[in-house]
């Protein structure tokens, strides 16, 4: 039976401020809290946040380990389109964590299977993830694990769809240059995590609010994983 727990909010800023406040709550509670990181357009305003509270002094990530969801494969980590890239610019340059506790999938290496491999003992290593925050595709991934990904899956190499070369294509100088396949965390991996934010924003993901709405569970349809977890918090705005 879900469990999950939705938090409508009024404008994107109320979403990020709610999201930072549990943020703040989990590194306070356990200052060497694990965190998993999305990218992509919804958390900005969260990590815009926690860089204020940082510099604020309100909030310190000295002893906090991060793991991001995924990478594109074969791109630079200095490429400006890389997710390596969009961390530093957002967050990852502008507090005081380590930089060597801040974990993306090595999407440029050659041997990708041992990439995956390796960032899974990572994983464990660092005593697995507390909080991770995920966004959501308009055809319900999350992560990069698209529709039909079993919910056993780990880290993993994956073909990315039409529809998500087209919603990421904008970040690319020349759309041909998005590559077409990408390392992520797989749905298992995601689901290992002790907490879930799951924050969506904007008409585009319409769809994929009402289908996780209805509670369906099926590998079709991603996100819909999450409603196996005891711990998932969904804050939206912008969807009805
Ligand atoms: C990003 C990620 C993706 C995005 C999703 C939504 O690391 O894993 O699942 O969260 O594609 O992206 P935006 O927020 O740009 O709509």
């Avoid at 079993?150 to 240059?177: G, R, W």
Wanted: net charge negative; glycine share 8%.
């Amino acid at each position: 039976m879900s469990s999950l727990k939705w938090i409508e909010t009024k404008n994107y800023d109320e979403l990020s401020e709610i999201a930072s406040d549990l943020f703040e709550q989990q590194i306070k509670q356990k200052p060497t809290s694990v965190i998993g990181l999305a990218t992509g357009s919804t958390p900005i305003g969260l990590y815009n946040r926690l860089v204020e509270r940082n510099k604020a002094g309100i909030l310190t990530f000295k002893d906090v380990t991060t793991f991001n969801l995924d990478e594109y494969v074969g791109i630079d980590p200095n490429n400006k389109a890389s997710y390596h890239y969009f961390m530093n610019e957002h967050l990852i340059d502008h507090i005081d964590i380590k930089k060597e506790n801040t974990y993306i999938p090595e999407g440029h290496i050659n041997d990708l299977e041992k990439a995956c491999h390796v960032y899974e003992e990572q994983i464990q290593k660092s005593g697995g993830i507390d909080l991770q925050v995920l966004g959501i595709g308009v055809n319900g991934h999350i992560g990069f694990n698209e529709p039909g990904t079993s919910f056993d899956s780990l880290t993993h190499i994956v073909e990315l769809t039409q529809s998500t070369i087209e919603a990421n294509q904008k970040y690319f100088d020349k759309p041909e240059d998005m590559p077409k396949s990408a390392i992520t965390m797989g749905i298992k991996t995601i689901l290992q995590a002790r907490k879930i934010i799951l924050l969506i924003s904007g008409e585009s993901k319409q769809d994929a609010f009402s289908r996780l709405r209805t509670g369906e569970i099926t590998e079709d349809f991603p996100a819909s994983s999450l409603h196996l977890h005891p711990d998932v918090t969904v804050i939206y705005s912008g969807v009805k």
